[in-house]
């Protein structure tokens, strides 16, 4: 293979441009060439793409977002836009294709390499931390640390004047970023859409908090449909417990911010290991993280199997030491 394109789709978490940049410095090193497409499969189908190198990836690990840009992109559902799209794609020599995104991202390149038998590579980039077949998607830790200090200031006022905080988290239909924010934030409950709710016990629970002398009680909600979201767990809960409260949303906030360690670590190597693969001759994979290590998993189970187990562990230590 003499030539690769890369592109990030979907929503954009912290990460990813440390993702492009491992894969085009592998790329080059095995002298490939790489066009990075913007803005995603909308990029992909206007045949917009810059030409990537070695120095032009460079001073981008640090930082937050996707310097290629990333849509949700409408007009590639079309098979006659695909069709399209993947002439202009040989016509500019490129073999094989990586893309960066969650899942939904993952089902638009299977579809090109059904239907025109693209090489195509996955890595997942999300948020949310709901593919199967990895530990970690990239963005998951730096989203989390973002929500676990907000958690920490949020505490600070609620200790001084004994406020209820119901804070809102994002992870569309997942809880992971919940959880695991409640956990790591020592958060007094935590409301996610993996779980009927029984606000009885709930309240319950957060009352007996109240008597044993705990002053600040930040209620972290996974955003969604089940609940409702943050004011729809407050009026739920706000009512029963009789305390003054807050609603805070955290929102995109999120999804912005200087990349982890964490996840500039699980990117680098995914972005390497995605081309290498791609270099032999691989294809239909992502990488997914599994024993803290990067290893091949095939795209279409990935896709298949939709979401992974929920951390129920997480969840119910999160409540356990809740005091
Ligand atoms: O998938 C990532 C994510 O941040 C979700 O957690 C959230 O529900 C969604 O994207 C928000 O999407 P948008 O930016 O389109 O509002």
Not at 66 to 81: E, M, N, Q
Not at 149 to 161: C, N, P, V
Not at 232 to 242: E, H
Not at 288 to 313: C, F, N, Y
Request: net charge negative; glycine share 14%; charged share 20%.
């Amino acid at each position: 293979m003499q030539r690769i394109g890369i592109l990030t789709s979907g929503g954009d978490a912290p990460g990813m441009n440390a993702a492009i940049r491992a894969a085009v410095r592998t790329a080059r090193a095995k002298g490939m060439s790489v066009a990075g497409y913007h803005d995603g499969y909308t990029g992909f189908v206007e045949n917009r793409y810059t030409e990537l190198t070695s120095r032009s990836v460079g001073n981008v690990i640090q930082t937050g977002g996707t310097f290629l840009g990333t849509s949700r992109c409408k007009a590639f559902l079309d098979p006659k836009v695909r069709a399209e799209s993947v002439a202009q794609m040989r016509e500019i020599g490129v073999e094989g294709l990586v893309v960066i995104g969650g899942d939904g991202s993952f089902r638009g390149a299977l579809t090109l390499e059904s239907e025109h038998n693209i090489a195509v590579a996955g890595i997942p980039g999300t948020i949310d931390n709901d593919v199967w077949g990895t530990e970690e998607t990239i963005g998951f830790d730096t989203a989390v640390n973002t929500a676990m200090r907000a958690i920490d200031q949020l505490r600070d006022t609620g200790e001084s004047t004994g406020m209820m905080f119901f804070v809102e988290v994002m992870g569309r239909t997942s809880g992971a970023i919940a959880m695991y924010t409640a956990l790591a934030g020592g958060a007094a409950s935590v409301v996610v859409p993996e779980e009927d709710e029984d606000w009885t016990v709930i309240a319950r629970h957060i009352k007996d908090q109240m008597a044993r002398g705990k002053k600040s009680h930040i209620i972290v909600v996974a955003e969604g449909e089940q609940a409702g979201g943050a004011f729809a767990v407050a009026g739920r809960l706000g009512a029963r417990l009789d305390h003054e409260f807050r609603v805070v949303i955290l929102g995109h906030i999120q999804r912005g911010g200087s990349p982890t360690m964490r996840d500039r670590l699980v990117a680098s190597q995914s972005g390497a290991l995605a081309v290498e693969a791609l270099h032999q001759d691989r294809s239909g994979f992502m990488v997914g993280i599994q024993h803290s290590t990067p290893v091949l998993v095939p795209l279409k189970e990935a896709v298949e199997r939709g979401h992974p187990e929920p951390r129920m562990d997480v969840l119910a230590l999160a409540r356990h030491i809740a005091g």
